[in-house]
């Protein structure tokens, strides 16, 4: 399987990702900067973490108009995984690949540390290697993490299953502890907490690394049926 990490203008989580896939996972992975127009040769799609152009305007607003952008709109249609951590996830929400908008942090001020989540739906391919209701500890870094909708595009989320994991804590007031959320069709999923810093031993945590497998289980399942 091979992994795409797309970087943009002041990404700083993407070695990290790549790390997560190159040494964690042990599959194939590839920097793809923003100024790239397609992503045939990948996968999945990862976009990961950091302040894209410097989140002027808003957090993702100005990387959402990026060359790369029509291409992982696109590998999101066909139907590849496409993961969006912290920014990634900012940039998804702007992109319209998935509902809502981010805040600032309730309290106004940067939030950095684990914190405990829970595995809201399990059927997903992000999250099949989780048990439903598993609680998992996964490190958090952001400023603008208050996740918010209306209540019509809640009620929407509830009734699809498309809540993947909530807060088991009070981290950024975000709406009804969300801290990520999928797609209708289940292949895209944007995500605060960074499952990419806890792949590891080493660093005392490889709960984060139970996502990435989980995306290539579901993978080698769908190639095979219809290889």
Known sequence: MKFAVIVFPGSNCDADMYHAIKDGLKEEVEYVFHTETSLDEYDAILLPG????????RSGAIARFAPIMPAVIQAAHEGKPVLGVCNGFQVLLESGLLPGAMKRNIDLKFVCRTVELKV?????????????GQTIRIPVAHGEG????????????????????????????????????????GNVLGMMPHPERAVDSLLGNEQGLTLFTSILSNWRESYVTTS
């Open 146 to 185: 208050n996740y918010e909708c209306d209540d019509k595009t809640y009620e929407s989320l509830r009734a699809h299953n498309q809540i993947a994991f909530r807060y088991n804590e009070h981290v950024n007031g975000s709406k009804a502890q969300i801290a990520g959320i999928v797609n209708e069709q």
């Open 50 to 57: 950091g302040f894209s152009h410097g989140d002027y305007l």
């Open 120 to 132: 809201e739906n399990n059927e997903t391919l992000f999250t099949s290697g989780y048990d439903q």
